[in-house]
């Protein structure tokens, strides 16, 4: 039926999850055919699949041009859909981080000593001369910039690729951030500076921060589609989990470029601090119209 719906109106006529449906059935299909050739009663049977997956693959594996003006598309129609479908499992994601966050701060404010040794003395020495950590960027900020988009692309893919675990290394990933933050902050705090660090952090981490917790969605989508396949097979399920799960991480992209912009240039400068909050309340008002402007909700329920 799938197939007839294509070859009759084409590939646009078909939602994606019929597109998902074909793909699961081609390989399950395909699998059972190497069955039915070793049995030599079912030969007019096997040529008949055989002709099938013929048509399948035709299908499923005709080349589509790639271009600027598709992945635009993609970004603005497609993808708020593709996290809101995901909801969930960000969800998740930033309540692990959050309660990893709280437990950074508390573990702090009960042990001081511990921002020691989880910070490292360097960082903690230059916080004791009340001197942001970030002072040398400003003067090196090209090469700056560039280190800082391929870290936090590298930290983030990570986050998402864990879920290849089973998700362990994702839930390692959500923890070691929301501690990192929740300590950082509360250390900063001890020592008086706190507005220093928040000024610094909102424009790009308005962005950043969405952009990682994002990735951890993924990655727990991914460790689902492992642990529990479900009615499908486990390699379908695992097939069909990698494909949601990449399309979730790949809106992230330039989230973490203009991030890795404002890090380099903005954050660390001299501009003031109610501009920063400024430019990090708009960025993030604008990254929730994105995800969830009424318009694409209502064209999903249509």
């Known amino acids: 039926m799938l197939l007839g719906q294509a070859d009759a109106s084409g590939l646009k006529q078909l939602s994606r999850a019929e597109l998902q449906e074909m793909a699961l059935l081609y390989r399950q299909v395909a699998s059972d055919l190497s069955v039915l050739r070793q049995d030599a009663t079912a030969r007019t049977y096997a ?24 992945l635009f598309r993609f970004l603005r129609d497609e993808y708020p859909v593709v996290f809101r479908r995901n909801l969930g499992y960000v969800g998740a994601s930033v309540a692990i981080s959050v309660a990893c966050g709280v437990l950074g701060v508390v573990a702090t404010n009960a042990r001081p000593e511990f921002m020691r040794h989880f910070l490292g003395p360097a960082m903690i020495e230059t916080m004791e001369r009340h001197e942001m950590w970030t002072h040398s960027v400003v003067s090196m900020a090209p090469t700056a910039t560039s280190f800082i988009m391929t870290n936090n692309l590298s930290v983030s893919f990570m986050t998402f690729a864990g879920g290849i675990t089973f998700g362990f290394l994702t839930l390692y990933s959500l923890f070691n951030n929301g501690m990192m933050l929740g300590v950082v902050g509360a250390a900063c705090h001890h020592y008086g500076m706190s507005l220093a660090l928040w000024s610094f952090v909102a424009a790009h981490g308005s962005l950043e921060l969405p952009a990682i917790l994002i ?8 460790g689902q589609a492992m642990l529990f396949p479900g009615g499908y097979r486990w390699k379908d399920s695992i097939a069909a989990g990698g494909i949601e799960a990449t399309r979730l991480v790949s809106g992230i992209i330039p989230l973490l470029v203009i991030a890795g912009c404002l890090e380099g240039f903005f954050s660390p400068s001299a501009a003031p601090v109610w501009l920063k909050f400024t430019v990090g309340a708009v960025l993030f008002t604008l990254l929730n119209v994105w995800l969830f402007r009424p318009g694409k909700a209502r064209a999903e329920a249509g």
């Open 47 to 70: 040529a008949h699949v055989n002709q099938l997956l013929a048509r399948a693959h035709h299908v499923i594996y005709s080349r589509r041009k790639a271009s600027w003006g598709g």
């Open 215 to 222: 990735a951890g969605g993924a990655g727990l989508r991914l």
